[in-house]
């Protein structure tokens, strides 16, 4: 099966503190989970970043002038398209740029990308292409719209797999969210590993189809199945 980048993350995982993995680093791109290095408040004309700054600066330990050269370089890379809304980089290239000038001491991170099956690209593409001119696509879109097939040189270690949720501004939802874990090792006979993300993708489309049944009570928003990787720095920096 083909997958299709959908990203990179560039992510500080947090112990989650609700649910049957409460005290667990669970590796996903979420952010209603985990923390983004890259976020809203890097953005200087977003409206909803401007109440995150404060939380920001502690969490990262950053100055006012350090948030303005972010904020700097981050609106050149929007309209480069290098960056999209939100949280996503379009390549591992502006990814260790943005961390090489912004974050080289940083120590707790982890950097992911996310890739989508053949069909849940073309189902997200359907879903999320904006058509007006004023109005910008999510990151996720605009990434896949490139058809760029999955790193397989050995750089990218794939941890596992998740589901989820993408809300309209590009935020997405982990079935995590839900403390699904439990029910869907029950249903679909599926394994959770040491990442929190499921082993393999042998029930992708059942679950796709699970998540998307508003019966079941999840988020009302479309529920994809994506493959989680993990790069590996020294490999891709040297590939």
């Not at 006012?64 to 949280?87: N, R, V």
């Not at 059942?206 to 994809?224: C, Q, R």
Request: aromatic share 16%.
């Amino acid at each position: 099966m083909k997958y299709y980048l959908g990203g990179y993350y560039f992510m500080k995982l947090r112990s989650a503190n609700f649910g049957s993995w409460i005290g667990a680093k669970i590796c996903t791109c979420s952010t209603y989970i985990n923390d983004s290095y890259f976020d809203a408040w890097s953005i200087s004309w977003s409206s909803s970043g401007k109440s995150g700054l404060k939380e920001a600066k502690e969490e990262f330990n950053l100055t006012s002038l350090q948030i303005k050269e972010i904020q700097s370089w981050a609106d050149h890379k929007f309209e480069e398209k290098k960056i999209g809304w939100i949280c996503t980089f379009s390549d591992f290239a502006t990814l260790s740029e943005y961390k090489s000038i912004f974050f080289n001491t940083a120590e707790d991170y982890h950097i992911f990308s996310i890739n989508f099956p053949e069909i849940e690209k073309d189902e997200l593409i359907e879903e999320f292409l904006i058509k007006e001119k004023e109005i910008g696509a999510i990151g996720l879109c605009d990434n896949l719209q490139r058809q760029i097939p999955e790193v397989t040189d050995g750089s990218e270690k794939v941890i596992g797999y998740d589901l989820i949720g993408i809300e309209q501004s590009g935020d997405f939802h982990s079935f995590h969210c839900h403390d699904l874990s439990s029910s869907l090792v029950e249903k679909f006979n599926v394994q959770i590993n040491q990442y929190g993300l499921i082993d393999n993708n042998h029930s992708w489309e059942s679950l796709v189809k699970y998540m998307n049944d508003e019966e079941n009570g999840f988020e009302p928003v479309p529920w994809f199945f994506v493959k989680v990787k993990m790069v590996e720095e020294k490999k891709k920096a040297s590939a």
